[in-house]
């Protein structure tokens, strides 16, 4: 029984049945593998010595071996004296002679062996390089299955490399040529069948591999850099006074930098007394300002860094030099996330070369120079991608256009396809079977199928060719991705590019000769760019829609053919088809009501009788309008010369949504090429997984109460009042410590048990393993997630979050209801604001559907971490500016989300550069039954996290939405939902 499987799980009646064996191909066999290879084609006379070489030593060994056999035998059968049998004496005689011959031919042969293994050796280089490239491509099919490549099929690539590159009698420079060609061909064939997302990833794994081959990257350097920090909190040294340009998160974060790896030695020293900054290519990461007050002379050290002496206390500066261009990047990924692509594309170059950050071609024409009759093409699809039209303009120009068959596969297909298959292998026509993954019953069938083309009696026209189309799926069938030629194919990225695909697909006749004339040129260009806005602004995430919806070219297609059907009497009736194009053609995918209120405000922008007036702007900059024009060659020139970068300002977002999104970028990659690595290490700090986990559940343990006791709280606030109903929010209380002890229950079991399996005192379960390598990588177990509140956050933020939320709850039962709740505090915040309103409608006799809050915001500012601080040393946090209020309840500890707070003008600011969530004031949320809302007031979204997006609940809203806030504001409306502005409950730090 064999399987593919890098690591198979049988039932235990069958592993307790059979020997598991490993065949999988290891570095050191693989390198051993290729530079047979390489010596063959490049020096086979060395080859053909060294095999004509080992069969003559074993063969000779064989013929000691026999000598051996023989003496023993006639040993054994003697009779008598030994020395009375002649023939006895004579075989010893002659097998001491044939022994001493045997000895010194072996003994030569050994000699010739180490220097024909001294002249392999020189080509080791390259099949070094190829073992490194073939594991970092196996390891591709962690991220996608559909990245899958066979040895054989990477073998091909690498002899075809040494075959056809050029010539040269100068060992160097033909080893360069041979490193160079091989990395390039391979990046080039793997590259091409990863998505975009992947390609960094990729040549990335591929630069760092690479390095670590030549011992120029430390494993524990490449540890700290992808795994980060261990989730272990400990106590650090005060921020300088001094260091006013510091906050306290990127401080201790200097702090544990320095502690871990000790490269950055020093740092936090000079961050007091001199310039900290590197560069990474173009990009400057200054970790404190070039001039400063209290900075100090530094002496240019010497070009050997070991023989360097200074005094103690002294700082060292000129850390460009000091560090590698390794731990600069390390340092940029810490300190400047939103940099880190920008970054690793640099170190890329700087290592490689410009090819390995760029597209590898995917042109038809060359793909189809790799195919062969037993060979298939796999597109592999991304939503919105379709490869047809350019297959069959491909088809057109090899005069094959008649001669392809296509078939869109589905349930009842499969028959259909074999039969078309059947008929063009003997007439050599292509076929071409789209959307595989919709024929999951028939992959079995089609695997067989094309196993049979390799077939030494498959009978196959030469010209017939097989052309596949799947998006991403795990039973499509591994034999046909590991020996198949794969290319990606995803819809353009980028404004322009998308404005060039909507314009191709445009007709003269339909665009230039309209009733309308300008003014339908101007509609047209207009939905076509509101197509790509609402496309491209769904790489901000949540800032631009809480649901990343697939939005089609179909969908503008239908909203250009109403527009011509509701216009062919030359009027243009703006309310219907804004309500048709907002509310049907594309409000049709929107589930969520906050990003139906997006997708109006951002038509709008686009659609409106406004639109075609002469000098209407897109955006606040001159770069993006209609043009005075009927002229569909026009509006493509147009188009060509837009931006490739587009800036934030045309999706009416800030530079601080363009962070956001290149930060978020930034850590998918990290965490892509995460999920890839062994889990044997964590950090640079030299503690084994084991030691790691085992120590942060006891300091879990021992921070954590074993339960809140609801018996402990204040008896008055349970008592009833003279109708006999119990305070709301004592209530709201009681459930809260409910839901809390469940969630302790969880973590303490889980723990518990986890310290027992590494002491090997309990199994290691699959659950236990999951959050065994959770608390590795510092992400929140799923078994503790699914128990918890929404967060986002980190293992070792989440765990002082929950210990600041127990001690909100602790305080709470012991001294009574705070003066402010802090409102991120909550396990379901819907809760207390249903408690708030109720205890107002108990108060004054109303119904409880018709109060409305009012929302007050205080000159005042109230961090939860402070107050616990305080009351952590028995001391009250309470400043006397602000008293309990009589009715209604103030709340704290909420961020803003793509805005700031004016304290001067006590309303919404837009976001001030580089700072992303500033908290938002105390607010009191006072009950009105009578309220009207002002109309300066921006209904803000409140979410629990920065996600924004739940499941639908049976409210209507989302499971992370908690209440509309009416904010003060002196903008209008608009202006702050197209920058998806909204309130949060924590962050995700």
Known sequence: MTSKLSNPHYMPEIFIKVTIINFTVTRLGLEDQLLADVTRLE??????????????????????????????????????????????????????????????????????????????????????????????????SEIDPMYQYSLKYFTSLFVKVIETSEKSSDLEKRLQILLDGITLTMYNNIGRGLFERHKVCFSFMLCVEILKQQEIVTPDEWNFFIRGLPPLEKDRPKKPVQCTFLDEATWNLLVDVEETMSEYTGITNDIKLCPVHVNVGNYKLELNPSSFQGYVPVAEPPEDLSTEELPPGAPKGYWHRRLNAFQRLTLVKYFKPEALIECLSTFVVENLGAEFVENPPTNLPALYQDMSKSIPLIFVLSSGSDPMAAFLRFAKERDYEERVHS????????????????????????????????????????????????????????????????????????????????????PPKGLRSNMRRAFGELSKSDFEDHILKTDWCKIVFGICFFH??????????????????????????????????????????WDALQFITAEITYGGRVTDEWDQRVLKVVLNRFFRPKTLEAGYLYSSSDLYHALESTSLDSYKEYIEQLPIIDPPEIFDMSQNANISYQKEEAMTIITTILEVQPRLMSGGTGKSSNDIVYELADLVLSKLPEKLDIEEALPEMFEPDSKGRINSLSTVLSQEVTRFNKLLE?????????????KGFA?????????????????????????????????????????????????????GQPKSFWMSGFFFPQGFITGSLQNFARKYDVPIDALKFRFEVLPHYRAQLDVATEEMADKEYDDNAYQTPDDGALVHGLYIDSASWDDDKMVLGDARHGIMNP??????????????????????????????????????????????????????????IGKGTALLCQLSQ
């Open 43 to 140: 020096r086979p006379d060395l080859e053909e010595q060294r095999n004509a070489l080992i069969m003559k030593i074993n063969a000779d060994k064989q013929k000691l071996k026999d000598i051996e056999d023989k003496i023993l035998k006639m040993l054994f059968h003697s009779e008598g004296n030994i020395l009375d049998d002649e023939e006895l004496i004579e075989t010893l005689n002659d097998s001491k002679v044939m022994s001493k011959e045997i000895n010194i031919r072996l003994k030569e042969a050994e000699e010739t062996e180490q220097k024909i293994s001294k002249a392999r050796a020189k080509y080791l280089p390259v099949a070094t390089r190829g073992s490194v490239i073939y594991f970092v491509t196996a390891d591709l």
């Open 763 to 815: 199994v290691m379960s699959e659950q236990l393993e999951a959050i065994f390598d959770a608390i590795v990588v510092n992400n929140v177990p799923t078994m503790w997630a699914d128990a918890a509140y929404p967060s986002l956050k980190p293992l070792g933020s989440w765990v002082k979050d929950l210990e600041l939320r127990l001690q909100f709850i602790q305080r709470w039962m012991e001294v």
């Open 919 to 976: 908290p938002m004031p105390v607010m009191h949320l006072l009950p009105d039954p009578e309220y009207e809302p002002e109309e300066d007031r921006y209904e803000c979204p409140l979410y629990k996290t920065a996600e924004r997006a739940g499941t639908l609940s049976t409210t209507g809203h989302s499971t992370n939405f908690v209440i509309k806030c009416l904010i003060p504001s002196d903008k209008p409306q608009k202006h702050w």
């Open 532 to 573: 790509a806005v609402v496309l491209e602004r769904r790489k901000f995430g949540p800032l631009a829609f809480n649901i990343p919806y697939e939005f089609a070219d179909s969908d503008r297609e239908c909203a250009i053919d109403n527009f011509k059907l509701f216009t062919a009497d030359g009027v243009m009736p």
């Open 407 to 490: 078939i869109s596969l589905g349930q009842g297909q499969g028959p259909v396809a074999e039969k078309l298959i059947s008929a063009a292998l003997k007439s050599g026509d292509w076929v071409f079977l789209q959307n595989c993954h919709l024929a999951k019953s028939w992959m079995l069938s089609m695997e067989e199928i094309i196993k049979e083309f390799s077939s030494p009696d498959a009978e196959i026209h030469e010209d017939f060719r097989l052309f596949l189309s799947s998006m991403p799926a795990p039973f499509f069938p591994v034999s046909v991705l590991q020996n198949g030629i794969k290319v990606t194919s995803e």
């Open 746 to 758: 969880v973590i303490q079991t889980s723990l518990v048990n986890i310290k027992k399996a590494i």
